[in-house]
């Protein structure tokens, strides 16, 4: 958020500079997804596995090949959970400076029904599906 709102800052001077006010006078009416993984522990393996191996997604129809082969490291994944709880604090904190209330979304709800979190997600915003469409659950790969 300091690397986006220092390239605002300069472009809205005149105008409120607090990052949201800066955000709304670039962007208009900002909302906030607030998207966490509860289980910290596998998000930090999840993550260290990723940056070992160069494969951050997959899809049901594209998989990749990994630059090398993952290797647990103890110490690795805790300084992981060390950093995604200072992150997820400082998140929590930002928004509480800013009055933002971000809809809140946990990666393992996400994960167990995609369709209702998008739902959910859509109706945070305001918004409504064009008609005659729905959400569906597409496929998924599994790394």
């Not at 997804?33 to 951050?56: C, F, I, M, P």
Request: proline fraction near 6%; aromatic fraction near 10%.
């Amino acid at each position: 958020m300091d690397e986006v709102t220092a390239h605002l800052a300069p472009v809205y001077s005149g105008r409120d500079r607090s990052d949201s006010g800066l955000l709304t006078a670039a962007f208009g009416r900002t909302c906030f997804v607030y998207l966490r993984r509860g289980d910290v522990v596998a998000q930090a393996v999840s993550l260290l596995r990723a940056e070992q191996t160069g494969v951050w997604f997959e899809t049901a129809d594209k998989r990749q090949e990994p630059e090398r082969e993952p290797g647990f490291d103890f110490s690795q994944v805790r300084e992981r959970v060390r950093q995604i709880e200072e992150h997820d604090a400082a998140w929590q904190e930002w928004f509480a400076a800013e009055g933002v209330q971000p809809y809140p979304v946990l990666y393992e709800e996400l994960d167990a029904d995609p369709v209702r979190v998008a739902s959910g997600v859509l109706g945070f915003l305001g918004l409504n599906l064009p008609a005659g469409r729905e959400i569906i659950e597409a496929p998924r790969g599994r790394a």
